[in-house]
């Protein structure tokens, strides 16, 4: 059975930092592509950031470029989201996902998904 857990969200105020992590357990991590998406009150789902499997290239949603960066430890089986500069508009909810396939921006790509964690940013 597959389990993804989400941690390290909380509330910081403008141009402050995070850093997400998600632990995977039940699935060879290293085979997975991994993205992180976000959801605000009010609004849609959308793509942060993913990296391919085998720590391959990754990509960023232009809102967070240059701010936000995605990094995976296999040997942990955990995916990062260290996060910058960090401003309002970045409240949301914070959810990883795990894709067998290549690295995608859409949330139907990825089969598994974490329980989310809330970052909050204060102005």
């Known amino acids: 059975q597959v389990h993804m857990v989400g941690s390290g969200g909380g509330l910081v105020q403008a141009g402050g930092s995070l850093r997400l992590s998600c632990a995977a357990s039940?699935?060879?991590?290293?085979?997975?592509?991994m993205g992180w998406f976000r959801q605000a009150p009010g609004k849609e789902r959308e793509f942060v950031a993913t990296?391919?499997?085998?720590?391959?290239?990754?990509s960023y949603v232009d809102s967070v470029k240059g701010r936000f960066t995605i990094s995976r430890d296999n040997a942990k089986n955990t995916v990062y989201l260290q996060m910058n500069n960090l401003k309002p508009e970045d409240t949301a909810i914070y959810y990883c996902?795990?894709?067998?396939?290549?690295?995608?921006?859409?949330?139907?790509?990825?089969?598994?998904w974490g329980q989310g964690t809330q970052v909050t940013v204060s102005s």
């Open positions: 039940g699935l060879t991590f290293s085979s997975y592509s």
């Open positions: 996902a795990a894709s067998l396939g290549l690295a995608s921006l859409l949330p139907s790509a990825y089969t598994y």
């Open positions: 990296i391919a499997r085998y720590s391959g290239p990754s």
